[in-house]
Structures are given as C-alpha cells and as structure tokens.
C-alpha cells in the first residue's frame, strides 16, 4: 500500500541521513511526550489532517476523531504505551517521510502483574513551515501470541540456510545448549552448507521486551539445573529465531538489519533464540576433549 503514497525515497548522500535523522529524532520525541503527558502529548504531534485505520472500524479521519480514539488508552493508568523506531525514508523534496518501529504495550492486572504485548507500526510524517514535523498518517499491527502462534519445526541446518523464512518467527527445533552464556552446540551437519553461531536468550533479558516471558516449568528449572552442574543439554527449543548474520562459504553473510556487529557482551553471536518453552530435556557430561 505504501506504493500509492507515492514517496520516492531517498537513500544516499550525506543531506538525506541527517534528514532520517531528524525524522528519526521526531519520533523518538513524540514517544517521550506520550509517555510524559499521555494524551497532551500525543495530541501536540498530530496535524490536524491525521488519518489512521483500526480492524473492523470505519476510517478516522481528522486530530478531533484520533484524540477521542485513544483517550480511553490514556486516561487507563494500568497501561502504558511506549515504541521505537527502528528505521525512516524520506521523499525526494524531503517535506514527507515515514518511520516505521516496534511498540510495546504493558498492562498490570488485577494481581499486580505485567502483561506486556508487541507489535509493528508504520506513521507518515509532513515536514512544516517551521521545520518541525506532524503526524499525518500512523498505524500498527499487534504482534501474535506466542502461546497461539503455529510454530514451524526446523533443523539448525534449516534456520542457517534459510534465516530469511525463520527471522522473527517461533519455531521449535533440537539443539544441544552448553556453558553459562547458553551457547547452542552441535549446530553443523555433513549436509549443512551454512553455519550460524546462536544462543538462547531468555525474555527478560531481551530488549524491546519480545512480548512474551518463558514459560518456567519443571522442563525449564531441570534445564538450567544441569547446566548449572556443568552438563551439555540436549532438547527440543520453541522460541522467536532473531538472525543477524550466516555462514557461507567461509564467509559471514549480514542477513537481517539491526545491531551492527553481533549477539552477545562481545558480539560473538551471529543470531539468538528467543527462549518461550523447553521440552525433552536430556543431560549429558561433557567431553573434556
């Protein structure tokens, strides 16, 4: 749909990246007014034009219909809504641009407890007389519940051949999982032409948080009990594949946009696992070989 907006972007030249800056820097802005000021401050970013599209509603247009759509939100004090942006483009006479980022959106329920949900969002911006820019257009897509989403069974072979077809999504795969850093061991094949170096990493350690939290059963504590014991585990991993990088050819292929040089404290890792459940979980020592 974004081909009928019309917006040739501009993607090189020094004058086009400080100008995805300043949209970038705009929208970072307008998520700390929300999160200060709730509906005041999302209110002082929308033109007064401001269109967006919700599931099964009709249109809304104008700042009056978007102000009443989400002040329901606002004035909710067991929610809170922040985001990121993750990337801008802009027109070629640089006065219309878009950004796209993902959101987090965290309720506190009855018991006290968070429940966190994630999704994608795409927002349009007009560059004004004064430099500043205004919100035109903004929409989102929630990301799917782990605990509904249809997961794929894979071969860590797959996942380094075909990471494009994986990124992003839970899958379910076997793998063995060593030391503290929660390496994922015996990852090659015979017939493997790739290679990734991953690790399982657990949800709250994971930033946006991934929207969901491992589920902390007796499979996952008989996990980190024998790890914990020096053992190398063997088990059956769902989890959202996050890939960055692969292994071809003895050559690392950068597969997915993002950090810029890896996983980990030292960015050994080429992509992680995003733990949501463990299963068939099988303990072995260790070869000291």
Not at 230 to 256: I, K, Q, Y
Request: aromatic letters at 10%; proline letters at 4%; glycine letters at 8%.
């Amino acid at each position: 749909m974004l081909f009928v907006l019309g917006i040739a972007t501009q993607r090189s030249g020094a004058l086009g990246g400080a100008n995805r800056d300043a949209l970038l820097a705009a929208d970072r802005a307008f998520d700390a007014a929300t999160a200060d000021q709730k509906l005041d401050g999302f209110s002082s970013f929308l033109a007064d034009n401001v269109t967006t599209l919700r599931a099964d509603q009709p249109v809304l247009r104008g700042k009056a219909a978007m102000q009443n759509a989400w002040k329901p939100l606002f004035e909710n004090k067991s929610i809170s809504l922040r985001w990121q942006p993750i990337s801008a483009e802009l027109s070629k006479s640089r006065d219309l641009g878009y950004t796209v980022g993902s959101y987090t959106l965290t309720r506190t329920d009855e018991k006290g407890a968070a429940v966190v949900g994630t999704g994608k969002y795409l927002t349009i911006w007009r560059r004004q007389g004064d430099g500043s820019w205004k919100v035109e257009f903004d929409t989102g897509v929630p990301d799917t519940d782990p605990a509904k989403s249809t997961r794929p069974r894979v071969t860590l072979c797959d996942l380094a051949e075909h990471p494009e077809l994986y990124a992003g999504k839970i899958v379910e795969t076997q793998a063995s999982v060593i030391g503290s850093d929660l390496r994922i061991d015996d990852f090659s094949g015979p017939k493997c032409q790739s290679y990734m170096r991953l690790y399982l990493a657990i949800p709250q350690d994971v930033k946006p948080a991934p929207g969901f939290d491992v589920v902390r059963d007796q499979n996952y504590q008989k996990l980190f009990d024998n790890l914990n014991r020096g053992m190398s585990v063997v088990a059956t991993f769902e989890g959202r594949f996050d890939p960055l990088f692969t292994w071809r050819n003895h050559t690392r292929e950068r597969v997915s946009q993002g950090r810029e040089k890896g996983y980990g404290k030292k960015h050994q890792y080429d992509g992680r696992i995003v733990l949501y459940t463990v299963s068939d979980v099988l303990a072995r020592r260790r070869s000291k070989l």
